[in-house]
């Protein structure tokens, strides 16, 4: 009898355990392996059942599905793979156990954003021209003279800035931030023309998306009385995100003599 009763016990703590099992089975859910794709700004990155390299070299899904106790499903994507198709850096963060996306302090992309610049001039690093072939986001950097016949063929372009007179006193110098769309043309022009008695030079950088670190094309000395001309390429197969330059103009030396110059930026088909 006390075996019997032994075996009863043994066999409700069983039936009681599986039934403790089965619903937290149930509110667990199922999982699924790369059931979806990723479409970014309208073209496929990714295609359903796609394999990710992960930093480590190995392959995995690029989705996970989650499958709820009611049939209901949450999709999840790859933070790294996603930061990869938005062009933002990611890292790790041991000390809070948090992945970091971009970094702090970004702002929004304005169609046209003014800006007093960094306040202070390069003393190295300004050439006499351009950097021809240099490629940065959406933009690469050509020889003016290759497509200096377009403001000869009648076509109105777009115009960010037009004959735009420029003066300042002292520190920080004027930027201006242009978020491009390549379904205005294919070039973009940008002209300075220093008025002022002492040397200027032209910047222009592409932002990184998520960080406040720039890009940087070559910066080029405009001298007094002179105009430089600097044109872009602009490729209507980038990242979406990449279409974003600033374009700014400062002062090398006796930044008590003031500023005074005339800029153009505008684009062509």
Known sequence: MKKLLSFLAGMLTAV????????????????????????????????????YAAPNGQQV??????????????????????????GVDIRWDASAQSVEIGSAGTGGINDVAISTGTGEAPKRGISEKPQFGQKIGAFEEIDPSTVSE??????????????????????????YTVDVSSEHGQYLIYTVTNNGQKEQYTMVAHKNIGGNSRELFSSVLVQPGETVVRAFRVDKNANPLDYSLTFGVGGTIDFDLGTDVTVSLEQYH
């Open 16 to 51: 009681m355990l599986s039934m403790a099992v089965v619903p937290a089975l149930a509110a667990g859910g199922g999982v699924e392996y790369g059931q979806v794709g990723i479409r970014f700004f309208g073209k496929q990155k990714v295609e359903a059942g796609d394999l």
């Open 61 to 86: 899904p690029s989705s996970i599905t989650y499958i709820d106790a009611a049939g209901g499903k949450t999709n999840y994507l790859s933070i790294r793979q996603l930061s990869e198709l938005f």
């Open 150 to 175: 377009l403001k000869d063929t009648g076509e109105v372009p777009v115009s960010y800035l037009k004959d735009t007179r420029v003066q300042y006193q002292y520190y920080g110098f004027p930027e």
